[in-house]
């Protein structure tokens, strides 16, 4: 499988400036994103996008969105496209990563432009995509053969989030970990934020020092983190870390 897996600099909020302007975006444009975003794992194929939209082939889907992405360039002359070895520019990466196998080729929605959609388009955060807002008692009950599981959501503040990272970066602060580094493109902006004070403590509204009181930690140190009732301290897990990393120097 070949991914295409290119950085490009359009962040979230210029995103949001080019999904908003009309000289820009379309109906059918807008179609096409609102497929992904509300397709799994926010990807799907040109003939599954165009099955959805009612069209007779997926041929379409390769003339609006190239248009879409030379009216992005001609509005924003700073931002680099993508680009093939023979120096032409691959439009339909602007907007999407891609995944192309023998059988299909799949358009995967970039997490900035994904953001910048879901801001506008739909009420759902981003933070509620994420397991870290599950963290916390879940109450079971059990029938007979079947369980119910309930659980208490305690709401999350996106721009909290954002002023976190904007702040601490996007790197894990227990282990150094970094999503884009590692994988690319794809996991650009991609990382947990966990609470040093559990929400669930307070049982009410309260206000919010993003700097002070929230955090990025990768996904394992976050579950490590929250693996007893009382919390691993950072500077406990960092200690952890370091004992083992002081372990596995031993000879033996």
């Given amino acids: 499988m070949k991914f295409y897996n290119e950085t490009i600099n359009?962040?979230?909020?210029?995103?949001?400036?080019?999904?908003?302007?009309?000289?820009?975006i379309n109906e059918k444009v807008l179609d096409i994103l609102?497929?992904?975003l509300n397709s799994d794992r926010f990807e799907a194929s040109g003939g599954e996008i165009a099955w959805k939209l009612k069209y007779s082939h997926h041929a379409p889907l390769n003339r609006i969105i190239p248009a879409f992405a030379e009216r992005i360039l001609k509005?924003?002359?700073d931002i680099t496209p993508p680009k093939r070895k023979n120096g032409s520019i691959r439009y339909w990466h602007i907007p999407f990563l891609?995944?192309?196998t023998k059988e299909k080729f799949t358009w995967i929605l970039r997490n900035e432009l994904k953001d910048a959609l879901?801001?506008?388009?739909?009420?759902k955060s981003i933070n509620s995509k994420l397991p870290e807002d599950f963290f916390g008692e879940i109450i079971t009950?059990?029938?007979?053969?079947?369980?119910?599981?309930l659980t208490t959501i305690y709401e999350r503040n996106p721009k909290a989030r954002e002023a976190c990272?904007?702040?601490?970066?996007?790197?894990?602060?227990?282990?150094?970990f970094d999503f884009e580094e590692e994988y690319g493109a794809i996991g650009k902006g991609i990382i947990h934020v966990h609470h040093v004070n559990?929400?669930?403590y307070t049982n009410k509204e309260y206000n919010i020092d993003p700097v002070k009181e929230l955090i990025p930690l990768c996904p394992n140190c976050h579950t490590v983190v929250h693996s007893k009732k009382e919390m691993f301290s950072i500077a406990e897990m960092k200690e952890i870390i370091k004992n083992q990393e002081i372990l596995k120097d031993k000879p033996r």
């Fill in 34 to 36: 609102l497929v992904l």
């Fill in 141 to 149: 009950f059990t029938e007979g053969k079947q369980k119910s599981v």
């Fill in 118 to 123: 879901l801001s506008i388009y739909s009420e």
């Fill in 10 to 24: 359009i962040n979230t909020k210029l995103w949001i400036k080019i999904i908003t302007n009309q000289k820009i």
């Fill in 198 to 200: 559990k929400v669930s």
């Fill in 75 to 77: 509005t924003y002359s």
């Fill in 165 to 176: 990272l904007k702040h601490h970066g996007y790197k894990c602060k227990i282990c150094g």
């Fill in 98 to 100: 891609g995944t192309e």
